[in-house]
């Protein structure tokens, strides 16, 4: 069955066939003109072990992380204090 997630800049990618996700890096992002537009976050996924099944998912912060959290399949669990059920 087939889980697609849809990527910041509006692709589709079907989150079973992910076989790994790089690390989150950051970068300074600057529009045509030189103006500073903040901190961009960018994170490599890929599909296959080949270079050409790699693609580079960027976007604000708040993109990539909901785009990583829908990947991975949801939302955290809530902390708990202790690891035995009451």
Do not use: C, H
Request: proline residues 6%; charged residues 25%.
């Amino acid at each position: 069955m087939q889980r697609w997630i849809k990527l910041p800049d509006g692709r589709f990618i079907d989150a079973n066939r992910i076989a790994y996700i790089g690390k989150v890096e950051s970068y300074a992002r600057a529009d045509e003109d030189g103006n500073d537009l903040g901190t961009g976050y960018a994170v490599k996924i890929g599909t296959d072990i080949p270079r050409e099944t790699q693609l580079t998912v960027s976007g604000s912060k708040d993109e990539v992380f909901a785009t990583l959290r829908s990947i991975l399949g949801g939302t955290p669990l809530p902390a708990t204090s202790s690891t035995t059920p009451e």
